[in-house]
């Protein structure tokens, strides 16, 4: 790894088939161990559920009000600066409850790979 600053660059947000918009922040096979990407997920959208083999995600909850379900666990309501913790294998999905984007970090490890995304619904 060499170090080095990734510009954000939000025009490269796709439409994620879970049911949100995706920009990736940092994914590369360089740095195998760690991913970042920013999701937004629109007002009235829960996304779908879904697990990673193989992947730890965290969200960072960036900006908005949203409830998120995470295996056995009872749904929860997140906001600014919570931390949700998915171990691999672990259903999850999270609904936007408020008027506004939900907006959080998705941190991968090691690094999300799409063949590892398994949509349960």
């Not at 779908?48 to 379900?69: D, F, M």
Request: proline residues 5%; negative net charge; charged residues 25%.
């Amino acid at each position: 790894m060499k170090p080095g600053i990734k510009k954000c660059d939000l025009s490269r947000e796709y439409f994620f088939a879970e049911g949100c918009f995706i920009t990736e922040l940092s994914n590369t096979a360089d740095e195998p161990q760690l991913s970042i990407a920013r999701a937004r997920v629109e007002a009235g959208v829960t996304t779908k559920w879904h697990h990673l083999k193989g992947t730890t995600e965290r969200y960072v909850i960036l900006e908005g009000t949203g409830i998120v379900e995470v295996g056995d666990l009872a749904p929860e309501a997140v906001s600014v600066g919570d931390v949700v913790i998915i171990p691999p294998e672990v259903r999850q999905r999270i609904s936007n409850i408020g008027e506004d984007n939900l907006v959080f970090l998705a941190i991968c490890s090691p690094r999300f790979e799409e063949s590892n995304y398994f949509c349960i619904d």
